[in-house]
């Protein structure tokens, strides 16, 4: 069956200018164009649509989707047992927190009581989901399901004031790099040396021991992957490459 761009817009759920866009960037190409310029999807570019979809829904990037779906040895089966474990674990999420929702009402009522654990355990699971969707494939690549395993544990494992302390540094780590990007310091400066100390401390929250080289392999791992960039530099540009030359100065030295 053929569906003009119209049809398909409606079909899908999405504007014929994000189709539009997709054949401009050569993610989806229509799969032929008549003399008079209508654009006509077949079997094929449908089953496509719909994995770009699936990987849109799980946050990733049209870059990061085009790299996955033009891959030579591309797997429909596998790909939706991927987004079925990925959809799978956000349908957990959302419960988990529903489930925190309503004991902390209890809690309030006194119907029931809640511990401090209990209060922040939905929210760490979510932080720990999110990292997994985004980088758990990379990080499991490259140190191992046991290290990775082990490191989400520590973070469940926080107590509530460690878990506010997680957070209080990882704001102040942003907060210190863009003003150090702002004001044009140098890596290799006193301020880069703190930016160092600063995520090294981030990092003792999850990670079981510390390394230089470790913590080396991490920032390269920051460079390479658009998705590291995009999380460092959501408010201003140059924060990761900042950040990744500090650790590479600075990791042997402190």
């Known amino acids: 069956m053929e569906y003009r761009i119209q049809q398909l817009s409606k079909l899908a759920g999405v504007s014929t200018r994000t189709l539009r866009y997709y054949d401009e960037i050569g993610l989806l190409s229509p799969s032929r164009v008549s003399e008079s310029g209508y654009r006509y999807y077949g079997d094929a570019e449908v089953n496509l649509l719909q994995q770009i979809l699936f990987y849109r829904e799980r946050r990733l990037s049209l870059d990061i989707i085009a790299q996955i779906l ?30 925190t929702v309503r004991q902390t009402l209890a809690h309030l009522k006194g119907e029931s009581l809640m511990n401090d654990q209990q209060k922040f355990e939905a929210f760490k699971q979510e932080t720990i989901q999110r990292q997994e969707n985004q980088y758990g494939a990379e990080a499991r690549q490259k140190y191992g399901d046991a290290a990775v395993d082990t490191a989400n544990q520590c973070f469940l494992d926080l107590s509530e004031a460690d878990y506010q302390a997680y957070q209080e540094i990882e704001r102040t780590l942003f907060s210190r790099l863009e003003e150090a990007v702002r004001a044009g310091k140098s890596p290799q400066s006193e301020t880069g040396k703190e ?10 929250f999850t990670w079981k021991s510390y390394s230089p080289q470790a913590h080396r ?7 390479a992957d658009e998705r590291f960039r995009d999380y460092y530099d959501r408010n201003l540009p140059g924060c990761t490459e900042f950040l990744c030359a500090a650790v590479r100065h600075w990791a042997d030295s402190v």
């Open 70 to 99: 033009h891959q030579p040895d591309f797997n429909v089966e596998q790909a939706l047992k991927e987004h079925l474990e990925a959809l799978s674990a956000e349908q957990r999420r959302l419960s988990a927190l529903i489930r």
């Open 195 to 204: 930016i160092l100390l600063l995520h090294r401390k981030w990092l003792s």
């Open 217 to 223: 392999g991490l920032a390269a791992m920051y460079q």
